[in-house]
């Protein structure tokens, strides 16, 4: 069996208002330090019975801003793996950077250490859009960090967009998804912007001082987003993600797919592949004292019914353009909850779901009202929606 792991990296140079993520300003040394207990925590993981002899197929650095790391860090992680581990040969290494945090010199690093993909976090093209998302990089630098990722040799680069900011019209996104294209990227994750509890946009959006686009107008956005990007070759393969052929993210299609994953550092989630799901201490201090003394640092531990683990699966596949075919759904919800739920598919419109008798797929105008759509199938299987499923915004 294989699994994949992801470190969260959670320094950021500065905490983008909108962004609910853990993350912080690193204070002298927490960086170091910071590296020091995730490789402690990689060690305990590798003798714990759920991921233990198992082969690693993916390697995501993932935060924060990982980039903010030296690349001495990154390659001394990635050892250390696949000290402990079979790391098969294939294996996806992906490292999520901002423009800005890192120039050629440590691009060619980050290279030969064995990182394989670049995630970058450009978001726009816009200057008013950077700035507007209180961004610490400009429209120039973005285009810049694909030409420096091109010139370490990366051949696998995706790039982060966001739309549905304020006051953002169609002609703004349409500026962004042509220059993205004109940037040759392998892949393209797109973020519709949400304003969550807690952050300065949350606030802000309450207060008045943020007026958010109507759904309607984001929705355009969404579908021009699918057109332009289809038209030029890429597989709209995700609620969120556009991939040239062979370049989906393999680290994400293991979330999807409901395979096994481990999750290290603050905050971040494992999966054991079979009923377990646990979360780490979402906070440095705690996560760290639990590693430094060499102790679980895991704040919850969710042992998942028969029933849950079904409809989530159904849940997932649901955000993939590959849909969810009729013996799949008799295996893992049994014959009479399938049976219900293609009945129900028939009733949602056509725009909105591809239903055939054995096979059934939720299309992109669909993915926007996912979470309406999926909340329909899970009253016809008489459960609640056990989590968000619409598009999230990241970055
Ligand atoms: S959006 Fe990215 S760069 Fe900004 S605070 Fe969040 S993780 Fe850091």
Redesign the pocket.
Known sequence: MSFGIYLHMPF?R???P??D?Y?KVPRTGEVERFSFLLGKEIEHHAVSPSFAGLEVTSIYFG???PSLHPPAHISHLIETIRTLWQVIDAAEVTLEA?PGTVGLYELKKLRASGVNRLSL?VQSFSQRKLQQLF?DHDMFQGRESVGLARAAGFGNISMDLIFGIPHESLQEWKNDLEETLELKPNHVSLYNLEYHAGTPFYRWRKSGRLLPLSEELELEMYLMAHEILCDAGFEHYEVSNFARSGFRSCHNMLYWTGAPYLGLGPSAHSYDGTRTRFQNWPDLSSWGSAVDFRQEPISEIEHLADTQIGLEWLALLLRLADGVSYREAEEKVGPARASALWQVATEIPTELMDVQSEHLAILPRGWFCMNDIVLKLYKALDMALPQEHRLVCR?
Do not use: P
């Open positions: 950021c500065r905490r983008c909108y962004c993520f993350k935060g924060g801003t901002n976090g961004r970055g």
